[in-house]
């Protein structure tokens, strides 16, 4: 299968809060960043911007977009396989919908290692995410013991197709490869490393979900994206975005990576 830039993937650049900002502070944040953006004349319709608050976030950050008609979107940054029942603690793609989620992430290198999530537990996360019409996040990456046996794209390859396995053809997925010794580390992978493994990931949707998929699928580069960086990512053919942690929790700073097709030529 070719792999190919695909004009209909409108580059995202996805803010992951993780556990941080409680429901004011996050007001506060998506209202900067808004204003920033537009103060900047971000081309919205070039580029999608996402935020991931904490679950205790959603509601003001919902309320907030909706009534100022900023051109934000924002999801979860985790959902129960489950849809209802006595799950103490789980949150159902069902309630998320309802909070006008786009997005919710699945698979995060975090949850994987704290919370011993398996593949077939981020697969029945993303098949419950496409079941409630949320977009999934899927993330994989390998760690640097991984890299050193392996090679970069081999677990993350097997992890995609795991993820995979159980969805519908043609459904809409994120993908976010991020090797786990990037992140948070301020070591990046290079460009070409991401570009490969992406091009590798994008064979796997093809696979799993047909070619249409595949085309239209879009795949992030995670792990110590700044804004010094960003634009050399995207320049890669199959990298069709960015998932930012640290950098994302700094308005300024997420704001210029949002902002990174000013400094594609750097
Ligand atoms: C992440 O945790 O998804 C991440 C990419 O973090 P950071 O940008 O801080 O490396």
């Not at 556990?19 to 999608?48: G, T």
């Not at 159980?166 to 976010?176: C, E, H, M, Q, R």
């Amino acid at each position: 299968m070719a792999v190919t830039s695909d004009s209909r993937r409108i580059p995202l650049i996805a803010g992951n809060w993780k556990l941080n900002f409680d429901h004011l502070q996050s007001i506060a944040f998506v209202q900067k960043l808004a204003w920033v953006l537009q103060d900047a004349r971000l081309d919205f319709r070039a580029v999608e911007v996402a935020v991931f608050p904490p679950f205790t976030d959603l509601r003001s950050v919902q309320s907030l977009i909706a009534a100022d008609h900023f051109p934000l979107v924002f999801g979860a940054q985790d959902v129960s396989e489950h849809d209802s029942g006595a799950f103490t603690g789980e949150i159902s793609g069902a309630f998320l919908k309802a909070l006008d989620c786009t997005y919710v992430i699945v698979g995060h290198s975090e949850r994987r290692a704290y919370h011993h999530e398996s593949n077939e537990s981020v697969g029945a996360k993303a098949a419950a995410a496409i079941r409630h019409s949320l977009v999934p996040v899927i993330c994989v990456g390998e760690t640097a013991e991984d890299l050193e046996k392996r090679g970069a794209a081999a677990v993350p390859v097997e992890q995609l197709a795991a993820a995979l396995s159980g969805l519908p053809t043609g459904a809409d997925i994120v993908v976010a490869y991020e090797p786990v010794w990037a992140i948070g580390s301020g070591q990046a992978a290079t460009p070409e490393q991401a570009e490969s493994v992406a091009a590798q990931l994008r064979e796997v949707v093809g696979e799993a979900l047909g070619s249409d998929a595949a085309d239209r699928t879009r795949i992030l580069y995670g792990g110590s994206v700044n804004s010094g960086n960003i634009a050399r990512f995207l320049r890669e053919p199959n990298v069709d975005g960015a998932l930012v942690g640290g950098a994302s929790l700094v308005v300024d700073e997420f704001a210029k990576i949002a902002r990174f097709q000013n400094h594609v030529g750097v």
